[in-house]
């Protein structure tokens, strides 16, 4: 399934970036490391939410 992309998308992914703390300069750099760490920090905070609740 391709996605747009829109303006409400392009926010969220920028505060994720600023809740993990990742800049557009770690990207480019190669930050998969430093995303999967903080996908495991909030993995263990947030309990799962099934696909069809997230709009």
Same mark, same amino acid.
């Given at each position: 399934?391709?996605?747009?992309?829109?303006?409400?998308?392009?926010?969220?992914?920028?505060?994720?970036?600023?809740?993990?703390?990742? @800049?557009?300069?770690? =990207?480019? $750099?190669?930050?998969?490391?430093?995303?999967? *760490? @903080?996908?495991?920090? =909030?993995? $263990?905070?947030?309990?799962?939410?099934?696909? *069809?609740?997230?709009?």
């Amino acid at each position: 399934m391709k996605r747009e992309i829109t303006p409400i998308l392009i926010e969220r992914i920028q505060a994720t970036m600023k809740f993990l703390g990742i @800049g557009w300069a770690e =990207l480019e $750099e190669g930050a998969c490391l430093a995303i999967n *760490e @903080g996908v495991n920090s =909030l993995r $263990e905070q947030v309990p799962d939410v099934p696909d *069809e609740r997230i709009s």
